[in-house]
């Protein structure tokens, strides 16, 4: 059994900063590109940020510039660091992982159960 779990969202004001943390625990061998996804009221998921296991790392064009994307393979865990904040910011986001586990043949996607940010004055 493998596990997402998100913490570091909340309520800041616009230009404010966030960091968002997301640890896997349980039964894995190895894991493989680390995301963080939103999803805003009435609008579809959209990919944020990626890091890959040898940490190369890509960007919606919305949040490049303002946030960073980074992991510690030491501990499992990815972290989004959010500065300069915009009203637009305002999602749940989810936090994502490709797993190979220690009884698995093959890698799979495993998800957070999302944070809330909220950017507002």
């Known amino acids: 059994q493998v596990q997402l779990v998100e913490s570091g969202g909340g309520l800041v004001q616009p230009g404010g900063s966030l960091r968002l943390s997301c640890a896997a625990s349980?039964?894995?061998?190895?894991?493989?590109?680390m995301s963080w996804y939103r999803q805003a009221p009435g609008k579809q998921r959209e990919l944020v940020a990626q890091i890959t296991g040898g940490g190369s790392t890509t960007y919606a064009d919305s949040v490049k510039g303002r946030f960073t994307i980074s992991r510690d393979n030491a501990r499992n865990t990815v972290y989004l660091q959010m500065n300069s904040l915009k009203p637009e910011d305002t999602a749940v986001y989810y936090c994502?992982?490709?797993?190979?586990?220690?009884?698995?043949?093959?890698?799979?996607?495993?998800w957070g159960q999302g944070t809330q940010v909220t950017v507002s004055s």
């Open positions: 994502n992982a490709y797993i190979l586990t220690y009884w698995g043949t093959s890698g799979s996607d495993y």
């Open positions: 349980g039964s894995i061998s190895s894991i493989g590109t």
